[in-house]
């Protein structure tokens, strides 16, 4: 049995190899289209990326076939067995014990109807046991889209000549963040290119102009970064400028697969390099990384293991488990067919159940949907999938923020954006469901980080300072950026509610919101435990 | 990063630093832009917030519990030396890197 479903899976790889061959012939046209720059810090740089996969000290964490075994072994689970892990994930939530990868396969391949009701249940459940009803806001900010690689999916690919490349400079720069500080935000990501003019140097560069950009009150507090793996000593680089969270998408755990959509001698396709880019982050000293999957690229049960046995192995080599994961679905993108033709698309069914396995699977960490999906999916992966962190207001081509009046610059963009609504209009909707939108950044800048963090999410003691911050920070938008329907919510029904949880639950921590929320409306800002 | 025996001494300090003091929690961070990134400490979470004092420019005390302000002052005081010490450490860390 087993060996038959190898075999078959061999087949469907060979297949999908030979619909692929036409997309690889046009990646490796794009590559030797390199100036003599990029030539030379592509090469250089490969070298050194092949030498350091040569003196890899890590062990692979991913056995394609025990993964596949696992899958098949766990096919049709009997319900007691699926019951029986929904409650283990329950009891896991007090204690931050992950799922075993056996649960994670059978959650995956359940299909009984009201069994996904108990799984959408718990998920939400464990959210709120662990971070409380709120949801924390941030932008995305394209730097660059420039990049060397040529990657099948993705629309700033090297081979795609309908895209204006771009880099912004300071000023450019310094004008996004002002435009996205004026809608309210407080915490963003950048995301770069790999390319040599957006290596390192100007990663540093550009995460300091978006501390020391102000405008009014406004301000980034915490920049969060997505970017190609580094080399340590660039981790300590990037550490050094004060980022939160260093964030790097495996896309695929499936090697071949990797492979196939990474054209070999590009710096993406070191598939090990990749896969250990955060362990080296870890021993830089960056304590806060985030884990992501590019959904649909390969069987989406594989990749919910392999997102698993990356959070296991960053747990067993440090101790510390992932802050965050991301779980983008491919998505169509400007001259990129592979978004479209793909086996493995996840429909929206499963894309639901995705979101929801992860929260059980591994209860403390945080749980990231973006804008990528349409803002109906949205609310439902929020109110069944356990979500903790959306993005709003979300533009992506590089410098559309200043831009705004443009709805969409695909000609800029790595992919297509679904739920452009303004930041407001989506607090507003947050509210209308009575959740808490939160901009806190107090984490980080209060030393819960890394090893001082992970007690608190893992006891599901966090939500207190979660709901604190939240109320404080949402008050602060409130009074400075919401439209007047947004006031009326938040002061109205939103802030009375979280402040009656509170004093429910932190009796102790209540006076003191109180005084901050006292403070803030004295112009008083950052205001935070 | 600080090397393994250093985390421990840092741990084992603040350790002691919360029985001498009868506070909650107590523990050290770096100063890195807005970031303070958590060295070692000791003690429980109580959720009353954290105070918190620069010792020097690039480490910060963090506490929870009573401590009148001369105490965390002279406290602080009394932690240069080891401040001194474990930002002279961290910057001399180097994680090592094939890439040279």
């Known amino acids: 049995m087993i060996r038959s479903v190898f075999i078959q899976t061999q087949i469907s790889n060979e297949h999908k190899h030979f619909e692929l061959v036409e997309t690889t012939l046009t990646l490796f046209l794009g590559m030797i289209m390199f100036t003599t720059k990029e030539k030379h810090w592509h090469s250089t740089r490969r070298a050194n990326i092949a030498t350091w996969e040569t003196h890899c000290k890590y062990v692979d964490f991913i056995d394609e076939a025990t993964l596949s075994e696992i899958l098949v072994r766990t096919k049709s689970p009997e319900t007691g067995k699926v019951q029986n892990i929904i409650a283990e994930a329950r009891e896991n939530t007090l204690c931050g014990k992950m799922l075993s990868p056996e649960d994670v396969a059978i959650l995956a391949n359940t299909t009984d109807p009201e069994l996904w009701e108990a799984i959408f249940e718990t998920a939400d459940w464990i959210k709120k046991t662990v971070y409380g009803n709120r949801i924390v806001l941030f932008a995305p900010l394209y730097l660059s889209n420039t990049c060397v690689n040529n990657c099948a999916y993705c629309g700033f690919r090297r081979g795609n000549r309908n895209l204006d490349r771009k880099i912004l400079t300071p000023e450019e720069l310094a004008e996004e963040v002002k435009v996205l500080v004026n809608q309210g935000h407080k915490r963003l990501i950048a995301v770069y290119g790999e390319h040599p003019d957006s290596a390192v140097d100007y990663i540093c560069q550009t995460v300091e102009k978006i501390y020391e950009t102000r405008q009014g009150f406004g301000e980034i507090r915490r920049c969060n970064i997505n970017a190609a793996p580094l080399f340590n000593k660039e981790y300590e680089a990037v550490r050094d400028v004060g ?135 949205r609310l439902d992966a929020l109110i069944k999938g356990g979500v903790s962190q959306m993005d709003a207001g979300t533009r992506i081509g590089v410098g559309g923020y200043a831009e705004m009046e443009k709805e969409h610059l695909a000609h800029k963009e790595q992919f297509t954006v679904k739920d452009s609504q303004s930041l407001d209009t989506f607090i507003f909707s947050l509210c209308s469901h009575g959740f808490l939108p939160s901009f806190c950044t107090a984490g980080y800048r209060e030393g819960r980080t890394g090893a001082n963090f992970m007690p608190l999410a893992k006891q599901a003691t966090v939500k207190n300072y979660c709901i604190a911050n939240g109320i404080l920070t949402f008050k602060e938008y409130l009074m400075d950026y919401a439209s007047p329907d947004v006031r009326n919510i938040g002061e109205e029904t939103i802030l009375p509610a979280y402040l009656k949880w509170i004093k429910e639950n932190v009796p102790h921590l209540y006076a003191r919101v109180q005084e901050g929320l006292k403070r803030e409306e004295e112009s008083i800002r950052d205001v935070h435990f | 990063m600080l090397v393994f025996k250093t985390q421990q001494e840092l741990k084992m300090l603040c350790q002691t630093l919360c029985q001498e003091y009868n506070l909650q929690s107590f523990y050290l961070a770096q100063i890195i832009g807005k970031r303070r990134h958590f060295l070692a400490g000791s003690g429980v979470e109580c959720f009353s917030g954290v105070n918190r004092l620069n010792i020097t420019e690039g480490i910060t005390m963090f506490w929870q519990g009573r401590l009148t302000e001369i105490k965390a002052k002279l406290l602080a005081y009394q932690l240069v030396p080891l401040a001194r010490r474990i930002e002279k450490e961290l910057q001399c860390f180097v994680t090592p890197d094939i890439e040279d």
């Open chain 1, 243 to 377: 980022i939160g969270t260093y964030q790097i998408f495996q896309e695929t755990y499936h090697p071949k697969t990797y492979q196939e959509v990474h054209p070999k001698g590009s710096l993406k396709g070191a598939y090990h390099w990749r896969l250990f880019g955060l362990h080296r982050a870890m021993e830089a000293g960056i304590d806060d990384v985030g884990l992501g999957v590019l959904f649909g690229l390969y069987d989406w049960r594989f990749e919910l293991l392999g997102l698993l046995h990356h959070a296991m192995a960053l747990e067993q080599a440090f101790g510390v488990g992932p802050h965050t994961i991301s779980y983008p679905r491919l998505v169509s993108a400007e001259n990129a067919p592979l978004t479209t033709q793909s086996k493995y698309l996840v429909n929206d069914e499963d894309f639901l159940k995705i979101v929801a396995i992860i929260r059980l699977m591994c209860p403390y960490t945080g749980s990231i949907l973006t804008a990528r999906e349409a803002f109906p999916l």
